[in-house]
């Protein structure tokens, strides 16, 4: 049965669609223990579907998750080998379909090593993904106010699923450094992994202008963020 991983934060703007294509894409590209390739399933709660900008994809979409679910059509694209999106054509969501949401990702399970949940904090269905996942990733700022949303967010979520904080966009300053410490303290006696912070970096933004990801890049200014997100996804498969 495949693992379900929700990238998880209240604010946007933090990377979440950014990590999401790259945690996915390595570990389409990591191979299982037969030798063969991960399979791997990005959701989105986000009708504008930034991964399939960041991925490059230049294709037309025609249907997704809507049609998915209540159609049981195909509509996943594949947007890398073994890695494959499902776009989201809008935003209103009911009841029924939400369900009938439940019932098809415990479907996709079967097919999918593991299904990653890009998910927009101000829908309702935002809850069903964090009911749905057995592990949630958290992408983040090391400001004050981004720093204190983590802390209320740890409140409201089952913090045992919580594999990962992943600050991002770190510029090195010395607030950020505070804040990043008193995270770190707030978070002794846990489980959750911080990783080291992912730096701002040009080379990133040009590689998702070209609509690459890191794994595509051997640039050594990349090769510290591949590890910072390598060992992210080791820990996934290990709690596989």
């Not at 900008?53 to 294709?59: A, E, H, K, P």
């Not at 998915?68 to 073994?82: D, F, G």
């Not at 998910?119 to 996942?133: E, K, M, Y």
């Not at 978070?187 to 990783?195: A, H």
Request: aromatic content about 6%.
């Amino acid at each position: 049965m495949g693992k379900i991983i929700t990238v998880k934060n209240n604010k946007g703007g933090v990377g979440k669609s950014w990590l999401t294509l790259q945690l996915s894409h390595v570990l389409s590209i990591l191979e299982k223990d037969n030798g063969l390739n991960n399979k791997v399933l990005i959701l989105t709660s986000d009708s504008q579907n930034n991964i399939l900008l960041y991925s490059g994809y230049t294709g037309e979409v025609e249907s997704g998750l809507e049609a998915m679910v209540t159609k049981n059509e195909c509509t996943e694209i594949r947007i890398r080998e073994n890695l494959y999106y499902v776009p989201l054509l809008s935003n209103n969501f009911s009841r029924q379909f939400r369900e009938k949401l439940k019932n098809k990702v415990e479907e996709l399970k079967k097919e999918y090593d593991f299904i990653f949940i890009d998910s927009v904090p101000t829908l309702n269905i935002d809850q069903d993904f964090l009911n749905l996942a057995d592990e949630i990733i958290i992408p983040t700022f090391y400001d004050l106010g981004t720093s204190e949303g983590i802390l209320k967010l740890l409140q409201e979520i089952d913090t045992t699923k919580v594999n990962a904080i992943i600050p991002n966009r770190f510029n090195d300053t010395k607030l950020e450094k505070i804040c990043g410490e008193n995270l770190k303290e707030s978070l002794k006696g846990t489980k959750i992994l911080v990783t080291e912070p992912i730096k701002q970096s040009a080379v990133i933004a040009e590689l998702i202008y070209k609509g690459k990801t890191i794994w595509e890049s051997n640039s050594q200014k990349v090769s510290e963020v591949q590890d910072i997100l390598l060992e992210v996804a080791r820990r996934l498969i290990l709690e596989k």
